[in-house]
């Protein structure tokens, strides 16, 4: 696969999922994602990994580890690693058995995956944000023909 075609399958999957989010997780999602490289650059992914992982199954954290962890499994450059693994758990615990060449290129893979994911949090946020705003004027325009 060409990397134009996994940048593309990336940014795909990346839509579908932050388009599939509703609007209150779509705004509690694009904080986290936004934060998710600096902690995956800190503490590694693996570890940034678990963190996401004990937050409870309905915050954006988990959301987040269910969609690293589903992406790992069929991105072109690690779906390899994972063959036969087809849950979160079990992708992050075979995280911890790879050898450090392997970490690392799941490691790129899942900053690849991040940029797409930030993005498309980023511009859904901020449509929602001026769907609310039109609202909000609308409502005050209403009220003011009324009074």
Same mark, same amino acid.
């Given at each position: 696969?060409?990397?134009?075609?996994?940048?593309?399958?990336?940014?795909?999957?990346?839509?579908?999922?932050?388009?599939?989010?509703? #609007?209150?997780?779509?705004?509690?999602?694009?904080?986290?994602?936004?934060?998710?490289?600096?902690?995956?650059?800190?503490?590694?992914?693996?570890?940034?990994?678990?963190?996401?992982?004990?937050?409870?199954?309905?915050?954006?954290?988990? !959301?987040?580890? #269910?969609?690293? *962890?589903?992406?790992?499994?069929?991105?072109?450059? *690690?779906?390899?690693?994972?063959? !036969?693994? *087809? !849950?979160? #758990?079990?992708?992050?615990?075979?995280?911890?058995?790879?050898?450090?060449?392997?970490?690392?290129?799941?490691?790129?893979?899942?900053?690849?995956?991040?940029?797409?994911?930030?993005?498309?949090?980023?511009?859904?946020?901020?449509?929602?944000?001026?769907?609310?705003?039109?609202?909000?004027?609308?409502?005050?325009?209403?009220?003011?023909?009324?009074?």
């Amino acid at each position: 696969m060409s990397g134009i075609d996994l940048e593309r399958e990336r940014a795909a999957k990346a839509y579908g999922i932050v388009g599939g989010l509703n #609007d209150k997780k779509a705004e509690e999602y694009a904080p986290v994602a936004s934060g998710a490289g600096a902690l995956i650059q800190s503490a590694g992914l693996a570890q940034a990994l678990a963190f996401y992982r004990s937050r409870k199954p309905d915050h954006a954290e988990r !959301n987040l580890f #269910d969609h690293f *962890t589903a992406w790992l499994r069929v991105a072109e450059t *690690t779906k390899s690693f994972f063959a !036969n693994i *087809t !849950n979160g #758990d079990n992708t992050l615990k075979a995280l911890f058995t790879l050898e450090c060449s392997k970490l690392a290129l799941c490691e790129d893979e899942a900053a690849a995956y991040l940029v797409w994911l930030k993005q498309f949090a980023e511009a859904r946020k901020k449509d929602i944000e001026e769907e609310e705003e039109r609202r909000r004027r609308a409502a005050c325009a209403a009220e003011a023909e009324q009074g």
